[in-house]
């Protein structure tokens, strides 16, 4: 059965360090030979394709908000999205009394504050876009775990009449070298309805300083676009607890002055703006929509040549690991107690590799730093792939695979690596353990790190180049 894989390198070392040359068997030291110590010999082998296929996700639950999602985006390989959000504001920096607390203070407007830095984005920079807001009219729940499928219209959440709009490109005609800085922060400000802010403005002590009756007389902003043009659009990865997005109302303090003689007086003016962030603790929900109805992706394809995998509920793909493969392995490998007189097989490693397309893949946007592997428990949820060594072992067990960062290869690929943990590979031939063997480790999912936010996208060879395709590797060394 060894004839059909592949030995395609061999180790330089016991040590054991690889190549990823042609297969050769190397002349062992004279201190190896027979008549010395051991006769070894050292190979790569069981270089074997992955079969893969494309999948979408139900739906994204967020157990933490990291980020804001706002905008849209559409191309002919990855598909479409859409995504808004839902949230609360907070009175950040408690007020000591009433904003309108004297004569001398007059309300000059308000407006909502989307920040982002260079690079926050996914799309065309200069697509002209249109942004919406919306006044919550009922309160988000902050015991409830929303997912990207919330629809905040379904809930009837908010007014329908918005309370501001702004028409806007991502760029927004601010010059290359601000963009170049290294910590340029761009302000889109969305004017806000002036009964709005007159509303807060005028609010009395016992709302504006306690975040509870606040929160009851301004319940928060659904937040949304729509595209003015046909380009493919942009979408903003909004940082909202470093760079702050926030309702601000303006205000400004009459002033009298009079000149160095003491004698004429001049009216100046110091202008306020009370800013009532977004802030971690506050409710709130980002909702995705997806489509796919115009892309490329085939998910019905089981042994797909094209592995796409996106975020923001997105592709993921379902990757199997062959039981011919399996069964390959159960005659090298003796199960655990097995003596064998002939030959003594040593695993050194095992690997899953992932091939970028780097002529289908967009790299001047960025692709994702790393990937992440799962496995379905018996509910069908996706979890990380944990194994047990024994029967005394922690309810968490241990990580089955470890990697999954991109790296370069010698002939210039760019590829994606799992490594199989110290002892999971026998475990995986030759489960012990039921708990092991109740474990589906054969049929793998992958999709991209921090997928509910990420706005990387790759494309990964499937089963279309024989050099450059996923497959799984095993380095061993047998010793006679």
């Known amino acids: 059965m060894r004839a059909h894989y592949v030995l395609t390198c ?173 910590n340029y922060t761009h302000r889109l400000a969305i004017p806000i309805d002036d009964e709005v802010g007159l509303e807060i403005f005028n609010a009395d002590s016992a709302t504006i300083t306690n975040d509870e009756a606040f929160r009851e007389l301004f319940k928060g902003v659904y937040v949304t676009t729509e595209q003015l043009n046909t380009s493919e659009g942009s979408l903003l990865k909004l940082n909202y607890r470093e760079l702050g997005q926030e309702l601000a109302v303006i205000y400004r303090i009459k002033k009298t002055i009079k000149d160095y003689l003491g004698v004429n007086d001049s009216i100046a003016y110091d202008t306020i703006p009370k800013t009532f962030p977004i802030n971690k603790e506050g409710a709130k929900a980002i909702s995705y929509k997806r489509s796919f109805d115009d892309s490329e992706i085939d998910f019905d394809d089981t042994n797909t040549d094209k592995i796409y995998l996106q975020g923001m509920n997105g592709a993921m793909a379902n990757v199997n690991i062959s039981q011919e493969f399996i069964d390959y392995w159960k005659e090298i490998l003796p199960e655990p107690g097995e003596k064998n007189d002939d030959i003594i097989t040593s695993i050194a490693s095992v690997e899953l590799s992932f091939y970028i397309d780097t002529v289908r893949t967009a790299l001047t946007e960025g692709i994702p730093s790393s990937l992440n592997i799962f496995i379905k428990d018996d509910n069908g949820e996706l979890i990380v792939p944990r194994f047990d060594r024994s029967q005394e072992t922690s309810e968490i067990g241990l990580l089955a695979f470890t990697g999954g960062a991109f790296s370069f290869t010698s002939s210039g690929q760019i590829k994606y690596t799992f490594s199989f943990q110290t002892g999971f590979f026998e475990e995986f031939i030759h489960p012990t353990l039921p708990i092991n063997e109740e474990r589906n480790f054969k049929e793998l999912y992958i999709g991209i790190s921090n997928p509910n936010f990420s706005i990387r996208r790759v494309i990964l060879n499937g089963m279309s180049i024989s050099e450059e395709n996923s497959n799984i590797t095993v380095r061993y060394v047998e010793v006679n």
């Open 10 to 182: 061999v180790l330089v070392a016991l040590a054991i360090s690889s190549c990823e040359d042609n297969p050769a068997l190397i002349e062992a030291d004279d201190k190896f030979r027979p008549d010395n110590i051991i006769n070894a010999e050292m190979y790569i082998t069981s270089k074997q394709e992955l079969t893969a296929q494309n999948f979408e996700q139900d739906s994204v639950e967020f157990s933490a908000y990291n980020y804001l999602m706002l905008g849209q985006h559409k191309d002919t390989k990855h598909g479409s999205i859409k995504a808004d959000f839902t949230s609360e504001v907070s009175l950040g920096i408690r007020p000591l009394r009433e904003l309108n607390y004297a004569d001398t203070v007059e309300y000059v407007s308000t407006e909502f504050r989307i920040h982002y830095q260079n690079n926050a984005w996914l799309g065309d920079t200069a697509a002209s876009n249109k942004v919406t807001v919306y006044r919550l009219k009922n309160l988000l729940n902050r015991d409830e775990k929303y997912n990207s499928n919330f629809d905040p219209k379904e809930r009837d959440l908010y007014y329908e009449t918005p309370i501001g709009e702004l028409e806007y490109v991502v760029r927004d005609g601010a010059v290359d070298t601000l963009w170049q800085q290294a």
